[in-house]
């Protein structure tokens, strides 16, 4: 609630529409119009648009022109034109965004036109590291893990709290292991030059060659103006090379929570994250689903601590070593699906989400 008693009104922006293309910025912007139900939103949408459900209880949506729902320039454009006019009719700006090519010139102009309201940046990730020395904050500031906080904090951005993502526990039940004759392993990412699906082939690779059996399911997600069928060929010859024959290449995963449910492992092994969040949402609802994940040892997962495996940046021959023994030890697969669980009911639950971001509301709007 705002001081005078009456439900505060926030403005929650993204760098495109809320129910566009979906990424670390609309995923975590929804979830924050979810855990927040008395705030009365205020959210750009897409149109012509798809009816994507997003999930704010109370509220409105704007809509802009966008073909793909993708944040090209022209939609950014839109949201900080519209944005600066329609900040000046709520309590609060809330900027859900990454930092990443544009930002510097944002962070300078765009404060100084809506009127004084203030502003809460959310910080998904951090694409290039460099860019942070010609950025400025738009606010107080929140980072999703201890590193990023860090380096926002030596760059001027003051002190940064850190609030990590929030996972819907009823929405993401545990489940028993799967039963069937092969065990499935899972790899999730994008078709980035560092985004680690090659790495993740020959790691399954050396864990195949070690005396494990599984299939292989490729849950790959393309970036505007790629070519998915040039590149889902590239992958199946790359496993095919790498003598990996039970292989499935998918591209965005609608139900995300029945592959989950259907796979015994997620191998995300990436070199950088380049701009993903920095504790990926698919890693958290693997964890509270009961899947052991094998990880890169990159600074932002530091925070899921002993829940998940972890392997030095580029490893191949470990992470395969790694999963050849968890695919044959069951015990210590029930153990790490446990520790998974328990980890994010404690660390990552809705509930300390929410109360965390409505103390920060509350402080703001004082």
């Not at 495109?16 to 910025?25: F, H, I, R, T, V």
């Not at 329609?86 to 090519?101: Q, S």
């Not at 998904?124 to 980072?143: E, H, I, K, N, W």
Request: proline fraction near 7%.
């Amino acid at each position: 609630m705002a001081a005078d008693g009456h439900a505060f009104r926030v403005l929650l922006l993204t760098s495109g529409p809320l129910d566009g293309e979906e990424g670390a910025d609309t995923q975590l912007a929804m979830a924050l119009a979810h855990a927040m139900p008395q705030a009365e939103h205020l959210w750009f949408r897409q149109w012509p648009g798809r009816n994507r459900p997003v999930g704010v209880a109370r509220g409105r949506s704007v809509p802009i022109p966008s073909r793909d729902g993708v944040p090209h320039l022209a939609e950014r454009l839109q949201v900080a034109t519209a944005g600066a006019v329609l900040a000046r009719h709520v309590d609060l700006v809330h900027a859900v965004m990454t930092i990443g090519a544009g930002f510097p010139a944002f962070s300078r102009l765009w404060p100084r036109l809506v009127g004084g309201r203030p502003i809460l940046h959310t910080v998904p990730g951090v694409m290039d590291p460099a860019r942070l020395d010609r950025s400025r904050p738009l606010g107080p500031t929140v980072a999703l893990s201890e590193a990023t906080a860090g380096m926002l904090g030596a760059a001027g951005f003051g002190e940064v709290r850190v609030i990590g993502p929030g996972v819907r526990l009823d929405c993401w039940p545990h489940r028993p292991r799967p039963t069937g004759e092969l065990p499935t392993v899972l790899v999730t990412g994008h078709h980035d030059r560092d985004g680690g699906t090659y790495e993740a082939i020959s790691s399954a690779a050396a864990a195949w060659r070690a005396g494990a059996r599984f299939r292989l399911v490729l849950a790959i997600r393309s970036r505007p103006g790629q070519d998915v069928r040039y590149l889902g060929k590239a992958l199946r010859a790359r496993a095919l090379q790498e003598g990996l024959h039970d292989v499935e290449v998918l591209g965005y995963v609608e139900d995300m929570s029945g592959l989950l449910a259907a796979s015994d492992v997620l191998l995300y092994v990436p070199r950088a994250l380049g701009g993903k969040a920095d504790v990926p949402l698919t890693v958290l609802e693997a964890l509270a689903t009961g899947r052991p994940v094998i990880l890169s040892d990159l600074p932002q997962f530091a925070s899921l601590t002993d829940s998940v495996l972890r392997v030095p940046v580029g490893n191949c021959h470990h992470a395969g070593r790694l999963l050849y023994q968890l695919l044959d030890r069951p015990q210590w697969w029930e153990q790490l699906a446990k520790r998974g669980r328990t980890t994010v009911e404690e660390r990552f639950g809705q509930d300390r989400f929410m109360s965390n971001y409505a103390r920060l509301y509350q402080e703001l709007l004082a």
